[in-house]
């Protein structure tokens, strides 16, 4: 593996999830908007997603 | 800054990256700690405004329509006749019709018709009888929002508060760029609870700010974006509004107001298909002194937020010029539901509250974390100096 190669991945590894969740916010917010109620429902999954991330480390602290 | 040395290797790059890195770190350090306390303000008023609806239900200042399911709506002039006599001496400003209540018209009457927003005052009539609901726009939940919107500072506070806006913005972007050298060897959401308790913290600060970054970005930016309302419209009443009343140029404003029954008519046949928001009094802020200006919006979601102006002759309601609002304006008009977080039902509210705690949380971990900081700088300080006199 090359220097390069093995920074790129740490970089995916890095801000590959951060920029997942970020996308969904951002889709999440517009779909509310342009959707109607299909995109009302996409926007609870979307937007929250950042929260379920947060709940789901902090659980895992709780009952490690 | 002992974090940051650890992060580089001891080569002339690694040199460079803990110069970019430390200029980083100074971004983000003192733009987070001059917009702190701002910006702690903004997010605990933010948080009853996301439910100001439901909080002013719940005390009462919340106005309640009269049943009268199938009934029709009585023509809009006798509101207005109904919102005069409630306020003597008073001139009209602004009739408005809320897409969410369809059974109840909003009046706005002031002490003329360029009176200032805080000299306003708002009632609710019920639309089939025309009785009195009460005011709007009163209670606890006003001083939650003026503080929230200028400090009761007027446009200087909003200004203001429009900067500390931007500040949080480079703050965000600043903390993106340091959270690769901070968790470049960690896995994503590692939480080291077993280290001390800064460590820790520092983890959750990482974490709750890189996952919330595009929500925090886009509510700051449009946050910022909404500050600066009052200027859009006077571009826009500068340009565009100018521009659309040209002719009257000169003429005196109309001696008799046309009834509002034949503005709401006429404003509807040059709008097909679309509905009236609210319809601004000549002489107020968003029209000409010879015109009302009707504004339209449509039925979808996004429609429903882009209004569109149909100016109408103050004397005989006769359409003058109807148009589509500048990008600008659009633009604003936009901000505000993903500003507000008001789009998408109850749910997308209890989202929008939980990210605005989050938000909290990262601002005072923030905080936390500095003063830790130098408290161990200042300790290892007086270690140093305690070790020669030994």
């Known amino acids: 593996m090359t220097a390069s190669s093995g920074r790129s991945q740490r970089w995916i590894a890095v801000f590959g999830a951060p920029i997942v969740l970020g996308v969904l916010s951002m889709v999440g917010l517009l779909a509310a908007l342009l959707l109607g109620d299909v995109g009302r429902y996409l926007s609870w999954l979307m937007v929250g997603a950042p929260v379920l991330v947060i709940a789901w480390a902090w659980l895992r602290l709780r009952f490690r | 800054m002992s974090q940051l040395v650890s992060v580089t290797n001891g080569d002339g790059e690694g040199r460079l990256k803990a110069r970019t890195i430390r200029v980083w770190s100074l971004v983000h350090t003192w733009t987070s700690l001059i917009s702190t ?123 203001f508060l429009g900067g500390i806006g931007l500040l949080f913005a480079v703050a965000i972007i600043s903390g993106v760029v340091l959270y690769w050298p901070f968790t470049r060897r960690l896995r994503f959401a590692t939480i080291r609870d077993r280290s001390a308790r800064r460590v820790a913290w520092l ?21 910022v974006i909404n500050t600066w309302a ?101 633009a604003l008009l936009i901000s505000q539901p993903l500003h507000f977080g008001d789009y998408g039902g109850m749910p997308l509210k209890i989202i929008w509250a939980v990210l605005d705690i989050l938000t909290i949380l990262v601002i005072g971990s923030g905080l936390y974390l500095w003063l830790a900081r130098r408290r161990k700088r200042a300790r290892a300080t007086a270690v140093a100096h305690a070790v020669p006199a030994q």
């Open chain 2, 37 to 159: 306390v701002f910006l702690l303000l903004l997010c605990l008023t933010g948080l009853p405004l996301i439910f100001h609806h439901e909080i002013d239900e719940v005390l009462g200042y919340a106005p309640q329509p009269e049943a009268a399911a199938g009934r029709p709506a009585l023509p809009p002039q006798q509101i207005v006749q109904a919102a005069l006599a409630a306020d003597p001496g008073r001139v009209m400003q602004y009739v408005s019709w809320d897409k969410d209540e369809p059974g109840i018209v909003m009046a706005f009457t002031n002490n003329a018709p360029d009176g200032k927003p805080d000299n306003a005052t708002v009632r609710a009539f019920d639309a089939v009888t025309a009785k009195p609901l009460g005011l709007v726009g009163v209670g606890p939940i006003l001083i939650v929002l003026k503080l929230h919107t200028d400090m009761f500072a007027g446009q200087p506070g909003k200004l």
């Open chain 2, 203 to 223: 983890d959750w600060h990482n974490l709750i700010g890189v996952v919330t970054v595009v929500w925090a970005l886009v509510v700051g930016l449009t946050g």
């Open chain 2, 230 to 330: 009052e200027l859009m419209l006077s571009q826009w009443k500068a340009n565009e509004l100018a521009e659309m009343v040209k002719p009257y140029a000169g003429k005196p404003p109309p001696a008799k107001l046309a009834s509002l029954d034949q503005v709401v008519t006429e404003a509807k046949q040059a709008a097909p298909g679309m509905e009236i928001a609210f319809i601004a009094y000549p002489g107020t802020p968003f029209t000409s002194s010879h015109h009302y200006a009707a504004f339209m919006r449509g039925d979808t979601p996004l429609t429903s937020r882009l209004l569109k102006p149909v100016l109408l002759d103050g004397e005989t309601a006769e359409v003058s010029d109807t148009r589509a609002l500048p990008a600008y304006l659009q």
